[in-house]
């Protein structure tokens, strides 16, 4: 096992750098991270994988700053989140990074283009665009008969087809992927595998996945194993 780069360098979309993260209980303290190193460089491909409870997710929301760690740090693009507030967190997530769940989380309410175009109109720009945008990125991932269904009337792998294109919309440094095909069958999930491969291809857009799915990670260029709140590379 050798342990991660943290070197920085202009190429670096995502990086973290002695991440700890703790959360407080009754008698002292849960330590879930331990001084986790990593860093991404563009267009890269990663895997994260690791026992249920191992702090992966956590390690994902940190990485995401969807939360904030105990100490140490996380940079995207370079700069560095916890020094943002809250609104040029959410900013800088959503121009830099794109996130894919286990549960597609699409809005029931609206149509797979409006869906895919969502990361676009929360950043402002205008509705015609958005949407045309996310149809050209909807008939690429082969849902171009589907723009206007809403999820309730997609397949399982059809929706996980536009959370991909929603979360590549905005032409992000870095897409995080938490269980991306953890609920799909093994032929469905094999064909978003390919997807992955081909949009980390065409867009040198990175990858950062979590999973337990072994197939998925070996198609990545690096995989790290979390173990005991730190981060080892696997050698093949
Ligand atoms: P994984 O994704 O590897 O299965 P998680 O990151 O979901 O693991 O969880 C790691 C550990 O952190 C678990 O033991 C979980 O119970 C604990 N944990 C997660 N969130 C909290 C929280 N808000 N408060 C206390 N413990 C938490």
């Given at each position: 096992?050798?342990?991660?780069?943290?070197?920085?360098?202009?190429?670096?979309v995502?990086?973290?750098?002695?991440?700890?993260?703790?959360y407080?209980?009754?008698?002292?303290?849960?330590d879930?991270?331990?001084?986790?190193?990593?860093?991404?460089?563009r267009?890269?491909?990663l895997?994260?994988?690791?026992?249920s409870?191992?702090?992966?997710?956590?390690l994902?929301?940190?990485?995401?700053g969807?939360?904030?760690?105990?100490s140490?740090?996380?940079?995207?693009?370079?700069?560095?989140?916890?020094?943002?507030?809250?609104?040029?967190?959410?900013?800088?997530?959503?121009?830099?990074?794109?996130?894919?769940?286990?549960?597609?989380h699409?809005?029931a309410?609206f149509?797979?283009?409006?869906?895919?175009?969502?990361?676009?109109?929360?950043a402002?720009?205008?509705?015609?665009?958005?949407?045309?945008?996310?149809?050209?990125?909807?008939?690429?991932?082969?849902?171009?008969?589907?723009?206007?269904?809403?999820?309730?009337?997609?397949s399982?792998?059809?929706?996980?087809?536009?959370?991909?294109?929603?979360?590549?919309v905005?032409?992000p440094?870095?897409v995080?992927?938490?269980?991306?095909?953890?609920?799909?069958?093994?032929d469905?999930?094999?064909?978003?595998h390919?997807l992955?491969?081909?949009?980390n291809?065409?867009y040198?857009t990175?990858?950062?996945?979590v999973?337990?799915?072994?197939?998925?990670?070996?198609?990545?260029?690096?995989?790290?194993?979390?173990?005991?709140?730190?981060?080892?590379?696997?050698?093949?």
């Amino acid at each position: 096992m050798t342990e991660p780069s943290t070197s920085a360098t202009a190429d670096c979309v995502l990086q973290c750098e002695a991440l700890s993260k703790s959360y407080p209980q009754a008698n002292g303290r849960l330590d879930i991270l331990n001084g986790v190193e990593l860093a991404v460089a563009r267009g890269e491909t990663l895997a994260i994988v690791g026992p249920s409870g191992a702090g992966k997710t956590t390690l994902l929301h940190m990485l995401g700053g969807l939360d904030l760690p105990s100490s140490g740090c996380v940079r995207v693009n370079g700069q560095d989140i916890s020094a943002l507030d809250d609104r040029a967190r959410s900013r800088l997530r959503n121009a830099e990074l794109g996130f894919v769940y286990q549960f597609h989380h699409l809005l029931a309410e609206f149509t797979a283009v409006e869906n895919a175009a969502m990361p676009l109109l929360i950043a402002g720009q205008a509705r015609r665009e958005a949407l045309g945008a996310a149809a050209a990125l909807l008939e690429h991932v082969g849902l171009g008969e589907r723009l206007d269904h809403r999820p309730s009337a997609l397949s399982g792998g059809e929706r996980q087809r536009v959370a991909i294109a929603r979360a590549l919309v905005n032409q992000p440094a870095c897409v995080l992927l938490d269980e991306p095909t953890g609920n799909l069958d093994a032929d469905t999930a094999e064909s978003v595998h390919a997807l992955l491969a081909e949009l980390n291809r065409e867009y040198q857009t990175s990858l950062l996945v979590v999973t337990h799915d072994m197939q998925l990670a070996q198609r990545m260029d690096r995989i790290y194993r979390l173990q005991a709140g730190q981060l080892h590379e696997q050698v093949a």
